[in-house]
């Protein structure tokens, strides 16, 4: 006999998804990234996927996993800071995601070309956003990346 899981009803109303600080150890010009902050990093994507599948946002899964990871990285190689924090929210059918690394700077998307090693992965992140109806920007200081998804209407 095979357990089956029921479908969780998606929610519709406004709250608080996930809201997660975490300190990591600054990097100093290009050191290596320490593999616990690694480690962290991918800890937070599966906390992630684990409360969007509580909240019954499973189609969003796969998307935020890959977001989470490129916007969380990006804040442990490039800002310097010993904290980040990772919030995902509901709002009004929205899911907006941000990465808080208390640091002034922009995430900018770069204009590669197809030799390049790194660099892909804000404009992974442009990407995914567009194709789920969404945006995604910077806080005035540069402190923050944020991003929204539309959540998709539950089928019939």
Not at 27 to 56: E, F, H, N, Q, T
Not at 146 to 156: I, T
């Amino acid at each position: 006999m095979t357990a089956v899981r029921a479908p969780r009803a998606v929610l519709r109303r406004d709250v608080e998804v996930m809201y997660e600080c975490f300190e990591i150890a600054p990097r100093i010009g290009d050191s290596p990234l320490r593999p616990r902050d690694a480690i962290r990093v991918g800890g937070m994507r599966r906390i992630a996927a684990a409360k969007l599948r509580y909240c019954g946002l499973d189609t969003l899964i796969d998307e935020v996993m890959l977001i989470v990871s490129e916007l969380l990285t990006n804040a442990v190689l490039h800002s310097g800071t010993r904290q980040i924090t990772l919030s995902l929210r509901l709002e009004h059918g929205v899911l907006l995601i941000a990465v808080a690394d208390g640091m002034p700077g922009s995430a900018r998307r770069k204009d590669l070309d197809g030799e390049a090693e790194s660099g892909r992965g804000l404009a992974l992140v442009d990407a995914l956003v567009h194709e789920n109806g969404g945006s995604w920007g910077t806080s005035r200081d540069g402190s923050e990346t944020w991003c929204s998804l539309v959540v998709p209407p539950e089928p019939p």
